[in-house]
T-cell receptor, first 115, second 112 residues
Framework: KAGVTQTPRYLIKTRGQQVTLSCSPI?????VSWYQQTPGQGLQFLFE???????NKGNFPGRFSGRQFSNSRSEMNVSTLELGDSALYLC??????????????FGPGTRLTVL | SQQGEEDPQALSIQEGENATMNCSYK?????LQWYRQNSGRGLVHLIL?????REKHSGRLRVTLDTSKKSSSLLITASRAADTASYFC????????????FGSGTRLLVRP
């Protein structure tokens, strides 16, 4: 069974640009969550989608947005990039049962560098 | 803000020794999970312990959970150089989402 895939793996952008990151969950998983990891703030929750609906959102500015498609693939978008958005962005998917105790499986991440 | 606080922040041991990492959190949880991360790569799920469980084993891993103290520990027995990584605890709250709140992590170095 293929794991969670994220594309691209590495990205370099300049301040003010926007970026779109993609995540394909494990087949059959309906929940996709996004996290940002930085050396200073650690791992922080961005948002979670379940069956195309955003169920929860972390404490990030409106420049960070996301969506989920009917095939459960998800994208997140960051507009008007700032230097502080440089981070490893991780996507995680959870199993199809919808049980709250389901394990989350993480992808390899997208390393975003903002210059 | 992070729920889980871990200690120590860094741990260096000899191969074959045991490694213990601790995690504390602030509010009621549904479950607590431990993850491993190698050199800024993706997170690998190690073990999940539910709030009504006190101890769980998986191979060389042993996790305990004390909900009265709001704390958990991860024990890695007979460590190997390949165990060198950062270890994170993550708590899932009592709501319906899959949101995890991560601790700051423990960097483990296992010397050959």
């Amino acid at each position: 069974k293929a794991g969670v895939t994220q594309t691209p793996r590495y990205l370099i952008k300049t301040r003010g640009q926007q970026v779109t990151l993609s995540c394909s969950p494990i087949s059959g998983h309906r929940s996709v969550s996004w996290y940002q990891q930085t050396p200073g703030q650690g791992l922080q929750f961005l948002f979670e989608y379940f069956s195309e609906t955003q169920r929860n959102k972390g404490n990030f500015p409106g420049r960070f947005s996301g969506r989920q498609f009917s095939n459960s693939r998800s994208e997140m978008n960051v507009s008007t990039l700032e230097l502080g958005d440089s981070a490893l962005y991780l996507c995680a998917s959870s199993s199809k049962t919808g049980e709250r105790t389901d394990t989350q499986y993480f992808g390899p991440g997208t390393r975003l560098t903002v210059l | 803000s992070q729920q889980g606080e871990e200690d120590p922040q860094a741990l260096s041991i000899q191969e074959g020794e045991n490694a213990t990492m601790n995690c504390s959190y602030k509010t009621s949880i549904n479950n607590l999970q431990w993850y491993r991360q190698n050199s800024g790569r993706g997170l690998v799920h190690l073990i999940l312990i539910r709030s009504n469980e006190r101890e769980k084993h998986s191979g060389r891993l042993r996790v305990t959970l004390d909900t009265s103290k709001k704390s958990s520990s991860l024990l890695i027995t007979a460590s190997r150089a390949a165990d060198t990584a950062s270890y994170f605890c993550a708590v899932k709250m009592m709501d319906s989402s899959y949101k995890l709140i991560f601790g700051s992590g423990t960097r483990l170095l296992v010397r050959p």
